[in-house]
């Protein structure tokens, strides 16, 4: 495949052309970070950061979406009966998404799209965003992409790839989807340059890493029993911080929120860190210390979804969660912990 | 694409007080759309999410058999905000139901000639329900040996359809064993005892045709289960319907999972030996 | 503040070997620049774990509530303040406890400082009330007092108000320092205005409850905001949602906030949520003459009814 030159003083017109036809989204920096916006007639996305503050996983599925809406007045004639909401799933282009994010979704997918099931908010709004994704070339530290199934150039769940190249952009138009989007933006001129010694390079920057090849094989049941989780979960707050910085976690509640005769059917994140996710009507919860549940959440992340999906560990390694925990629980350090395991040996937790 | 988080809309056509506390009321609804009932066929052992406007979901067992038609039952159990203001509608309101979720009993299995020992406790026997019905029908009874049920309550009047027991109690097709835990009623002509005991006395010797379907709370399960084992009952014979916190009740918010499982989409329905590799949280 | 360090682990080995504390909580090193992990040891061997500096600035009360053990806690003066208030509220006795208080001069912002910068910061050493902040491209030494948590820089507890024994010697109290002068700013604002600034304060929030969870006071079983029968606020990201509990919870932190901090240091998009405390903190100095948490012998104003009390506020 080709690779496109996009020159800077390109950009901006390329942009305002797509704005045409697309919803424009990006990096857009307030105060000391930067986060996802819809970005209005003219204004850029900011391409100055090494990552967003939260993840892109908001432009595709929101905190809080209204799923759907009802009247509770017995004088109509469909009172209580749920209606569809009016959506917006025209189509969106996601500029400055680093490649972690986008391999995120691709790891979300697996949940929200399956054959018994499909969800329709998540599966329309991810297949109307059209992903321009921006390599890195300056990683963070606590970067651990590389070694969590993706890197600085990662090119799953990406419809463009763009590399900064100085005064131009090198673009590889990955799927139908993104090569639409170069032409439409006028990006069409073509170079022999290719982007893999670029990629060697920001590869060879990432300093951080985890160990999963042996995850696979532990036993469900031992590593749940493992000995160090009391210790790992002590300093917890069990606040939704990891949860809700992560780009491959979805866990959602589902709530009716009424105003006098009519209301919605919505739909808001959700944790597994809160112990209300858990409890029963009938008092009993099943994860009821804190320890059950950060155990559940790196279960989950590094154990579970490997065995029940065969594609690796659910991270892309974007340090999110070690960069925001207030306490400092690090994930790469229980990963180490859990591929470690030796349920025969004595360990003593490291 | 279809909306699983859409429900079908129904109308309540009729609500029994099933026990004396009052706590256990059987919702009988009908689809708005007839259309819908054919879209909503299930099997035993499955459940639905009913659908109260305004208030929320509650992931509830089938009661009524697929054999059943033009209508869907649940026993519902008075405990929380959904379920308290169920139990406060009435006949001819609307709400609506989503399913069937989950999957259902093995009956691919247990229909090729096999023996059934159904063992309920108090008011989790509504899937339980389901499966007498569906076995007793005259299409699917030939289908299976033996049945035997072995279901307990605290007392008479906890027990749900009592009606529908003491008709299959006279049938010769079916072994009844119903029981108390204590018995104020002095014409009481069942059994007095707890369900892990009577289990012990009245259950078939285990053997390669026979499967035990256990529903009921924690502790009757707790110690039902050794008597089993010492009956010889293999751990993947030993059918058991979990219950946890759901919300989509089809695989997607996470809420339910245990181990690499959901218990909305890859159960409820587990053989003993599934739950034994799985955490026990639950 | 290295000299804590060794004191600190020196005290907590004698304590377990004595028998004195059947764990000792404390904090050890961290992954990144600026953390450190609160922990416990039980064992006098693991006492080197511990550490002590500028990056303590979680609350460790906020992990004795309801335990049943014989502890040792490192605590700094707001630390104390808040141990005496769960004393106070029953949820520790006074008699499980061996408090290692640490007379402290202040913590470092982590995100104020991480903000002076334009890449990465690699490693931040303290030395002499100096900040040596090293990034991938440049070193530079700041002075401590253009990185301390805001909570710090007004702070006039830095010494402990209650403990067995000290890490080190107390440290001079800070003098002349107006605490409310943010607070001032807010209530000349008009009704409109306020309105606005909160919404602004807010409109990151994205309900994490790292803000409560991190706060020593929030102990409830059931937070309100999780109530269903009634609900008393809904739990998405809806404005009026959102300052609906950070008021409340605010208000139920009244009289017992110690101004530590944890709130701010915990939120992870930066909300300066300690204008809705410090300003109940002021209303409780100017109406009830009250500090939290100096003194087990006293009940905040709200616990209690004095007939002299003034009634003011709710003209």
Redesign the interface.
């Given at each position: 495949m080709k690779v496109i030159k996009i020159d800077k003083k390109d950009w901006p017109g390329g942009l305002e052309k797509l704005s045409g036809n697309y919803r424009l989204f990006g990096p857009v920096k307030?105060?000391?970070?930067h986060d996802f916006r819809e970005l209005p007639k003219g204004k850029l996305p900011d391409f100055d950061f090494?990552n967003t503050?939260?993840p892109a996983k908001s432009l595709v599925y929101p905190?809080?979406e209204a799923?759907?809406e009802?009247t509770?007045d017995e004088s109509q004639p469909d009172?209580?009966?749920?209606k569809?909401v009016k959506k917006d799933y025209s189509p969106r282009a996601v500029f400055g998404i680093r490649p972690c994010d986008a391999k995120a979704f691709v790891l979300v997918r697996k949940?929200?799209d399956?054959p018994?099931?499909?969800?329709?908010y998540w599966?329309?709004a991810y297949e109307a965003s059209t992903f321009v994704g921006l390599a890195c070339d300056d990683p963070?530290?606590?970067c651990f992409c590389t070694s969590a199934g993706c890197g600085p150039f990662h090119e799953e769940g990406l419809d463009v790839l763009l590399a900064d190249a100085g005064d131009h952009f090198l673009a590889k138009g990955l799927t139908e989807k993104g090569q639409n989007l170069l032409k439409a933006a006028g990006w069409t001129a073509e170079t022999e340059a290719d982007i893999e010694a670029m990629k060697k390079a920001a590869e060879g920057k990432i300093s951080s890493s985890v160990s999963t090849d042996k995850l696979e094989a532990k036993e469900?049941?031992a590593l749940?029993d493992a000995p160090f989780w009391e210790?790992q979960a002590?300093?917890c707050?069990?606040?939704?911080?990891c949860t809700?910085?992560c780009p491959t976690c979805?866990?959602?509640?589902?709530?009716?929120?009424?105003h006098k005769k009519s209301?919605i059917?919505?739909?808001?994140?959700?944790?597994?860190m809160?112990?209300?996710?858990?409890?029963?009507?009938?008092g009993?919860n099943?994860?009821g210390t804190k320890m059950?549940r950060l155990r559940?959440r790196f279960?989950?992340k590094l154990k579970?979804?490997v065995?029940?999906y065969g594609a690796g560990i659910q991270c892309v390694g974007c340090g999110r969660c070690?960069?925001?925990c207030?306490?400092?629980?690090?994930i790469?350090?229980i990963c180490e912990l859990m591929n470690d395991y030796d349920s025969g040996a004595d360990t003593c937790a490291a | 694409?279809?909306?699983?988080?859409?429900?079908y809309?129904v109308r309540i056509e009729e609500v029994i007080t099933e026990t004396e506390d009052k706590n256990l009321k059987t919702f009988k609804f009908v689809f708005?759309n007839p259309e819908d009932e054919e879209k909503f066929a299930y099997r035993s052992g499955q459940f639905a999410e009913l659908?109260v406007?305004?208030?929320?979901?509650i992931p509830i067992g089938i009661a009524s058999s697929p054999t059943e038609k033009g209508f869907v039952k649940f026993t519902v159990n008075k405990?929380?905000l959904v379920?308290s203001f169920l139990h406060s509608m009435k006949s001819g309101?609307?709400?609506?139901i989503r399913g069937p979720m989950g999957n259902w009993y093995p009956w691919e299995t247990m229909e090729e000639g096999k023996n059934v020992v159904i063992i309920g406790g108090g008011f989790a026997f509504t899937t339980l329900r389901s499966s007498v019905i569906y076995m007793l029908d005259p299409a699917n009874r030939p289908k299976f040996k033996d049945i035997h049920v072995i279901y307990g309550a605290r007392t008479p009047g906890m027990l749900l359809y009592r009606d529908e027991l003491a008709e299959w109690e006279k049938r010769d097709d079916i072994n009844m064993h119903i029981t108390v835990d204590a018995a104020d009623d002095p014409d009481w002509k069942y059994n007095v005892g707890f369900v892990p005991t009577i289990t012990e006395q009245k259950a078939p010797p285990a053997d390669a045709d026979t499967y035990a379907i256990i529903c009921g709370p924690?502790i009757m399960i707790k110690f039902t289960q050794p008597v089993l084992d010492n009956l010889g009952y293999k751990h993947d014979h030993i059918i058991m319907s979990l219950?946890?916190?759901m919300?989509?009740g089809?695989?997607?918010?996470?809420?339910c999972?245990?181990?690499?499982e959901f218990v909305c989409?890859d159960g409820p329905v587990f053989t003993l030996s599934e739950l034994s590799?799985?955490?026990?949280?639950? | 503040m290295s000299g804590y360090t060794d004191k600190i682990r020196e005290i907590s080995e004698r304590l377990l070997k004595e028998g004195t504390a059947e764990m000792v909580i404390g904090f050890k090193n961290?992954?990144?620049p600026m953390?450190?992990?609160?922990?416990?040891i039980r064992k006098p061997e693991d006492a080197g774990k511990l550490v002590w500096d500028s990056n303590c600035g979680?609350n460790l009360s906020?992990?004795l509530t309801d335990r049943k053990e014989k502890i040792a806690i490192v605590a700094k003066g707001c630390d104390s303040r808040n141990i005496v208030t769960h004393i106070v509220e029953n949820k520790i006795t006074r008699e499980q406890l061996h408090i290692i208080g640490v007379p402290c001069h202040g913590m470092i912002d982590r995100?104020k400082t991480?903000?002076m910068f334009d890449t990465?910061i690699?490693s931040v050493t303290e030395q002499d009330g100096k900040i040596l902040v090293k990034t991938k491209d440049s070193e530079k030494t700041l002075e401590k007092a253009d990185v301390l948590q805001k909570n710090c820089a007004v702070c006039t507890h830095r010494n402990p108000v209650i403990h067995d024994e000290l890490a080190g010697n107390p440290v001079e109290e800070q003098r002349d320092v107006d605490r409310y002068a943010d607070v001032r700013g807010i209530e000349a604002m008009s009704p409109q205005e306020k309105l606005n600034y909160f919404d602004g304060l807010f409109a990151?929030c994205?309900?994490?409850?790292?803000c409560?969870?991190?706060c020593p006071l929030c102990y409830c079983p059931?937070c309100f905001v999780?109530e269903s029968r009634p609900q008393w606020v809904?739990?998405?990201?809806?404005a009026t949602d959102v300052k609906t509990f950070h008021f409340l919870r605010a208000y139920h932190c009244a009289g017992r906030c110690t101004d530590c901090g944890?709130c701010e240091?915990?939120?992870?998009?930066?909300i300066n949520m300690r204008v809705l405390t410090k300003k109940l903190e002021k209303d409780c100095l100017d109406n009830f003459g009250w500090e939290a948490g100096l003194t087990p012998d006293q009940r905040p104003p709200l616990d209690t009814f004095k007939t002299d009390d003034p009634e003011e506020f709710i003209k």
């Amino acid at each position: 495949m080709k690779v496109i030159k996009i020159d800077k003083k390109d950009w901006p017109g390329g942009l305002e052309k797509l704005s045409g036809n697309y919803r424009l989204f990006g990096p857009v920096k307030d105060k000391d970070s930067h986060d996802f916006r819809e970005l209005p007639k003219g204004k850029l996305p900011d391409f100055d950061f090494q990552n967003t503050r939260l993840p892109a996983k908001s432009l595709v599925y929101p905190q809080s979406e209204a799923m759907f809406e009802y009247t509770l007045d017995e004088s109509q004639p469909d009172h209580h009966v749920m209606k569809a909401v009016k959506k917006d799933y025209s189509p969106r282009a996601v500029f400055g998404i680093r490649p972690c994010d986008a391999k995120a979704f691709v790891l979300v997918r697996k949940n929200f799209d399956t054959p018994e099931y499909k969800d329709p908010y998540w599966i329309q709004a991810y297949e109307a965003s059209t992903f321009v994704g921006l390599a890195c070339d300056d990683p963070h530290g606590t970067c651990f992409c590389t070694s969590a199934g993706c890197g600085p150039f990662h090119e799953e769940g990406l419809d463009v790839l763009l590399a900064d190249a100085g005064d131009h952009f090198l673009a590889k138009g990955l799927t139908e989807k993104g090569q639409n989007l170069l032409k439409a933006a006028g990006w069409t001129a073509e170079t022999e340059a290719d982007i893999e010694a670029m990629k060697k390079a920001a590869e060879g920057k990432i300093s951080s890493s985890v160990s999963t090849d042996k995850l696979e094989a532990k036993e469900t049941t031992a590593l749940y029993d493992a000995p160090f989780w009391e210790e790992q979960a002590f300093a917890c707050l069990n606040c939704g911080t990891c949860t809700y910085s992560c780009p491959t976690c979805w866990c959602f509640d589902i709530q009716d929120e009424n105003h006098k005769k009519s209301g919605i059917r919505m739909r808001n994140w959700d944790s597994c860190m809160f112990p209300l996710f858990t409890l029963h009507g009938t008092g009993h919860n099943p994860r009821g210390t804190k320890m059950h549940r950060l155990r559940q959440r790196f279960m989950h992340k590094l154990k579970y979804y490997v065995d029940k999906y065969g594609a690796g560990i659910q991270c892309v390694g974007c340090g999110r969660c070690v960069r925001l925990c207030p306490v400092n629980i690090d994930i790469r350090k229980i990963c180490e912990l859990m591929n470690d395991y030796d349920s025969g040996a004595d360990t003593c937790a490291a | 694409m279809q909306n699983p988080y859409l429900p079908y809309p129904v109308r309540i056509e009729e609500v029994i007080t099933e026990t004396e506390d009052k706590n256990l009321k059987t919702f009988k609804f009908v689809f708005l759309n007839p259309e819908d009932e054919e879209k909503f066929a299930y099997r035993s052992g499955q459940f639905a999410e009913l659908s109260v406007t305004g208030k929320g979901e509650i992931p509830i067992g089938i009661a009524s058999s697929p054999t059943e038609k033009g209508f869907v039952k649940f026993t519902v159990n008075k405990v929380g905000l959904v379920s308290s203001f169920l139990h406060s509608m009435k006949s001819g309101d609307i709400m609506g139901i989503r399913g069937p979720m989950g999957n259902w009993y093995p009956w691919e299995t247990m229909e090729e000639g096999k023996n059934v020992v159904i063992i309920g406790g108090g008011f989790a026997f509504t899937t339980l329900r389901s499966s007498v019905i569906y076995m007793l029908d005259p299409a699917n009874r030939p289908k299976f040996k033996d049945i035997h049920v072995i279901y307990g309550a605290r007392t008479p009047g906890m027990l749900l359809y009592r009606d529908e027991l003491a008709e299959w109690e006279k049938r010769d097709d079916i072994n009844m064993h119903i029981t108390v835990d204590a018995a104020d009623d002095p014409d009481w002509k069942y059994n007095v005892g707890f369900v892990p005991t009577i289990t012990e006395q009245k259950a078939p010797p285990a053997d390669a045709d026979t499967y035990a379907i256990i529903c009921g709370p924690p502790i009757m399960i707790k110690f039902t289960q050794p008597v089993l084992d010492n009956l010889g009952y293999k751990h993947d014979h030993i059918i058991m319907s979990l219950e946890n916190r759901m919300k989509c009740g089809i695989g997607m918010c996470g809420r339910c999972n245990i181990g690499k499982e959901f218990v909305c989409k890859d159960g409820p329905v587990f053989t003993l030996s599934e739950l034994s590799a799985t955490p026990r949280e639950y | 503040m290295s000299g804590y360090t060794d004191k600190i682990r020196e005290i907590s080995e004698r304590l377990l070997k004595e028998g004195t504390a059947e764990m000792v909580i404390g904090f050890k090193n961290g992954t990144m620049p600026m953390m450190n992990e609160p922990c416990f040891i039980r064992k006098p061997e693991d006492a080197g774990k511990l550490v002590w500096d500028s990056n303590c600035g979680i609350n460790l009360s906020n992990y004795l509530t309801d335990r049943k053990e014989k502890i040792a806690i490192v605590a700094k003066g707001c630390d104390s303040r808040n141990i005496v208030t769960h004393i106070v509220e029953n949820k520790i006795t006074r008699e499980q406890l061996h408090i290692i208080g640490v007379p402290c001069h202040g913590m470092i912002d982590r995100h104020k400082t991480a903000s002076m910068f334009d890449t990465e910061i690699l490693s931040v050493t303290e030395q002499d009330g100096k900040i040596l902040v090293k990034t991938k491209d440049s070193e530079k030494t700041l002075e401590k007092a253009d990185v301390l948590q805001k909570n710090c820089a007004v702070c006039t507890h830095r010494n402990p108000v209650i403990h067995d024994e000290l890490a080190g010697n107390p440290v001079e109290e800070q003098r002349d320092v107006d605490r409310y002068a943010d607070v001032r700013g807010i209530e000349a604002m008009s009704p409109q205005e306020k309105l606005n600034y909160f919404d602004g304060l807010f409109a990151d929030c994205i309900r994490c409850y790292a803000c409560r969870n991190a706060c020593p006071l929030c102990y409830c079983p059931t937070c309100f905001v999780d109530e269903s029968r009634p609900q008393w606020v809904g739990k998405s990201t809806d404005a009026t949602d959102v300052k609906t509990f950070h008021f409340l919870r605010a208000y139920h932190c009244a009289g017992r906030c110690t101004d530590c901090g944890a709130c701010e240091r915990a939120c992870p998009v930066g909300i300066n949520m300690r204008v809705l405390t410090k300003k109940l903190e002021k209303d409780c100095l100017d109406n009830f003459g009250w500090e939290a948490g100096l003194t087990p012998d006293q009940r905040p104003p709200l616990d209690t009814f004095k007939t002299d009390d003034p009634e003011e506020f709710i003209k």
